[in-house]
């Protein structure tokens, strides 16, 4: 959460750097933005800031230092005063942070003279630097109040001559260019300017000048800094000729299957180590929760292997089984959500080998994994997740079929799913009319059984992010134990209803439901009496879960439109969610 962009160098256009490189990290946070930049003539901190999305153009005069920051709120309204970067009563000091100070009111205490504007946790950091900077080079006032703040957090400071950042949780990137140095929180946004990196490890702290000097923030040890040539391509997204990335991202989804059953190199490693596993734990968060939960189905009925499958921010809470004989496969999009990066970090401690299913090339938890398996989706822009979902989802069946020694038949499902999506996708006109019939609905409710009870979950977490209608996904055994209560006249409720052996009963769960007033829009291979709205998808085996999400994604994107919402970038959400 929160994006980070900073230089310091020869090159006379910092702040314009620093913008284009926001433009790149928006999807961290978009609720309100700020550039802080020193301008040539030595007169001290200029800020831009905005409540907002950032625009596509800024003009900044000539600067040769500058840091900025897209916002995604913890402490604090929305407000351009709570935006970032924030500066010190004296004006000589400017900070941008990513993260939460826990002891924010503890340390609020020692500050006496000093007169906060700001609602944040952020402004109390930068005040306690000011005071130690008075007798302090800069580094040493940042080093003492980073070693008081408590929790996850990424914080750079500068006092118009360099830049001291450091971090605990948070990523920061570090950028070698012909004029100076970069620093960021994700090193695609920095690709443009240099592939020379350095990963800032959780406890070190940055000094950059004319040079870079790498310390432990505890001591202030110095540390040999070495930049890594990266051989990574930078990848910006563009809509082309969509209205929407959300809706180009559900275009790519076939192609984006295809490319998974190319290469099965990780996927065969993976299996291996499957099987040599005592104990295997899938972990994810969201919608990659979901992935995870539809990967425990998989396992039962395809391997007839049990695997555990657990949300990340309650793994470390049940983990007491990990061993060094356990497997954990964590996936994640972004490879920086902090809900997956801290349990990953305690079964490291643990000795458990962990397995990272994930997107980004280079991310905290594909640095931490001891085997890496990316998902290769191509950059994926709309804050709600669509094809990377897809690719987990198609490596979860893969492994599942590989265990089972069927990988052959695992390649042709997929394969048959990817072209039942793209037929889906020619179809979609069914789906906009009905996203135009229940578009007014306060509730709806998303049903499945079996490996369609994670769709229905991530189904209605679609729905509610896109279009903030309240959705419930429900396992449909389990409505009638109290939630049809719920179920009024003309209510939605959607049924997954797969050609397999949960359709009899999903059927009897529509009829229920149907008596009750609502609704009825069937998914599935055939039309039922109790439909009011059918929608077919051939039958595909085990991966009709793919073209049934699709589906969903389809829905959520078409409520989104109709109700004039932006579908790329719902109201609270950001793309990398590294707060607790
Ligand atoms: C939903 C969505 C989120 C993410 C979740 C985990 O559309 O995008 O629920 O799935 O925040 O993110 P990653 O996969 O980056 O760990």
Redesign the pocket.
């Given at each position: 959460m929160c994006g980070i962009f900073g230089y310091i160098g020869q090159a006379n256009d910092a702040a314009q750097k620093v913008f284009n490189g926001l433009l790149d990290i928006e999807y961290r946070g978009y609720d309100s933005w700020g550039v802080a930049y020193w301008k040539m003539d030595n007169v001290g901190w200029k800020i831009e800031k905005r409540v907002g999305f950032l625009p596509s153009s800024f003009k900044f005069p000539a600067s040769n230092i500058s840091i900025g920051h897209t916002r995604w709120a913890t402490h604090g309204g929305v407000t351009v005063t709570n935006a970032h970067p924030h500066l010190s009563c004296d004006g000589k000091l400017a900070l941008v942070h990513n993260g939460i100070v826990e002891n924010y009111l503890e340390l609020k205490k020692e500050l006496k003279s000093h007169k906060l504007k700001s609602e944040t946790d952020t402004e109390i950091i930068i005040h306690l630097i000011e005071d130690r900077f008075k007798n302090n080079s800069l580094k040493h006032a940042v080093a003492e109040i980073f070693n008081k703040m408590a929790g996850l957090s990424a914080i750079v400071v500068s006092d118009g001559r360099e830049i001291v950042a450091c971090k605990r949780g948070s990523p920061l990137v570090l950028g070698k260019t012909k004029s100076g140095f970069v620093i960021a929180s994700d090193p695609n946004a920095i690709l443009p300017l240099t592939n020379k990196l350095i990963f800032l490890e959780d406890g070190q702290l940055v000094v950059l000048n004319k040079e870079l000097k790498l310390y432990e923030v505890k001591d202030l040890n110095e540390i040999q800094a070495e930049f890594t040539n990266i051989d990574w391509k930078y990848t910006q997204g563009t809509k082309g000729q969509f209205p929407h990335f959300m809706l180009k991202e559900i275009y790519e989804q076939p192609q984006v299957l295809y490319n998974q059953i190319q290469s099965l190199d990780s996927v065969e490693k993976i299996i291996k180590e499957l099987k040599n596993a005592f104990g295997t734990y899938f972990l994810?968060?969201?919608?990659?929760s979901y992935t995870c939960f539809l990967g425990e189905y998989a396992f039962s009925k395809i391997a007839k292997k049990h695997v555990n499958f657990s949300i990340g921010s309650e793994f470390n809470y049940t983990e007491d089984f990990l061993t060094d004989k356990s497997l954990l496969i964590a996936?994640?999009?972004?490879?920086?959500?902090i809900d997956?990066v801290e349990p990953v970090n305690l079964a490291k401690k643990k000795g458990t080998k962990v397995v990272a299913l994930t997107n980004t090339l280079g991310s905290t938890l594909y640095r931490m994994a001891d085997i890496k398996h990316l998902l290769n989706a191509g950059p994926e822009k709309a804050?709600?997740?669509t094809k990377?979902?897809i690719a987990m989802v198609a490596n979860l069946l893969l492994y599942a079929y590989g265990f089972a020694g069927k990988l052959e038949e695992g390649i042709k499902v997929i394969e048959n799913s990817a072209k039942e999506i793209e037929e889906i996708i020619k179809k979609q006109g069914e789906i906009k009319k009905l996203a135009d019939k229940i578009y007014q609905a306060q509730h709806t409710f998303v049903l499945g059984r079996g490996l369609s009870y994670p769709v229905a979950l991530e189904a209605a977490?679609?729905i509610k992010?896109t279009s903030y209608i309240h959705a419930e996904g429900f396992a449909s055994g389990e409505l009638k134990h109290g939630c049809i209560a719920l179920i009024d006249k003309g209510t939605p409720v959607i049924l997954f209803v797969p050609e397999d052996e949960t359709r009899p009963a999903v059927l009897a769960n529509a009829m229920e439901v149907k008596a009750r007033g609502a609704y009825v829009v069937g998914v599935g291979v055939e039309k039922a009496p109790s439909f009011d709205y059918f929608f077919k998808v051939k039958d595909v085996g085990a991966s009709s879960v793919l073209p049934h999400i699709v589906f969903a994604q389809l829905l959520g994107y078409f409520l989104a439109v109709k109700k004039r919402l932006n579908p790329d970038k719902p109201r609270n959400l950001a793309?990398?969610?590294t707060v607790k």
């Open positions: 994810g968060c969201g919608s990659a996936v994640s999009q972004s490879g920086e959500t997956v804050v709600a997740s990377a979902v977490l679609k992010e793309k990398s969610v």
